[in-house]
């Protein structure tokens, strides 16, 4: 069974950084889409970056929310079994729950370009686990 645990959330005061983990287990995919996503209550869940990863091509493709770019980076260490989100430069509106989710196993071509497809656009259709998220104030 795939188990996702984010841990690294916390309050922190705008300009700062925090950096997010997301332990995976049970979690092998050859071809597969990571990624992190916010909620504030009242308001729509919205992603943050994703991570499409190839073992078979070694690629590699990281993809952001224009909100984030040039603060935020995603990475993934394979030898930890973990995604992380490096968040730098902290704004207010970064506060909000944030949740790790990964893509369900692929079993053709043709899931395969859909899971690329949909995680090189920050969507949510492809991705079948989830944590239970964790909370990260900005506040001064």
């Known amino acids: 069974q795939v188990h996702l645990v984010e841990s690294g959330g916390g309050s922190v005061q705008p300009g700062g950084s925090l950096r997010l983990a997301c332990a995976t287990s049970?979690?092998?995919?050859?071809?597969?889409?990571l990624g992190w996503f916010r909620q504030v209550p009242g308001k729509e869940r919205e992603g943050v970056a994703t991570i499409y990863t190839d073992v078979y091509t070694g690629a590699s493709r990281p993809t952001y929310a224009e909100s984030v770019k040039g603060r935020f980076t995603i990475s993934l260490d394979t030898a930890k079994n973990s995604v992380y989100l490096e968040m730098n430069s902290l704004k207010i509106e970064d506060s909000a729950t944030y949740y790790c989710a990964a893509s369900e196993r692929e079993k053709t071509a043709t899931e395969t370009l859909a899971i690329m497809t949909s995680c090189t656009g920050l969507g949510e259709s492809r991705l079948k686990h989830w944590g239970e998220g964790t909370l990260v104030t900005v506040s001064s």
């Open positions: 049970g979690y092998t995919y050859s071809r597969s889409c």
